[in-house]
């Protein structure tokens, strides 16, 4: 697990983790994204604008949950995200499936406990949450607002 100073503005926070796991600058507004297998990357896809729109509440869950940006990270934010809901997002429902499915074969216990932890979650951001209004407020505050649980 990752931890985040609670006392970090989501702007920080997002700042720190994009510096940890070596993020560019550009990750919301490249044309293209990139996944990895270590340092390789295995397939470019379009960076479209819904993708987008996942990925920077996606970022932020990562900071929340404290499920870090790596395979095994991705495969447990997966399963959180899509027991918290992911609405009307075509884009999240796909790409969280994929992360949860690998993650099944590869880490199940982790995967199915982060799908629990989901489900004692109130709410996730893809439910009518601003990004901009978000950015300024603490880590502790977001995780109060979805009600997270320790």
Known sequence: ME?????????AALD???????FSDDAYTAKWFALYIGKTPIIYLPNIPARVRVARFHDIH???TGYPANWKGEA????????TGCRTS?????LNTGAAMVGLVLWPRAVWKA???GRRTRTNLY????YEALLGQTVKEV???VGLPD
């Open 143 to 145: 995780r109060i607002r």
């Open 115 to 117: 799908f629990l932890r």
């Open 90 to 94: 075509i884009v999240a429902w796909v």
């Open 16 to 22: 720190e983790m994009f510096r940890r796991f070596g």
């Open 76 to 83: 447990e934010i997966g399963a959180w995200e899509l027991a």
């Open 127 to 130: 439910h009518h949450f601003d």
């Open 62 to 64: 990562h900071i929340l």
């Open 3 to 11: 931890h985040y100073d609670e006392t970090l503005t989501i702007k």
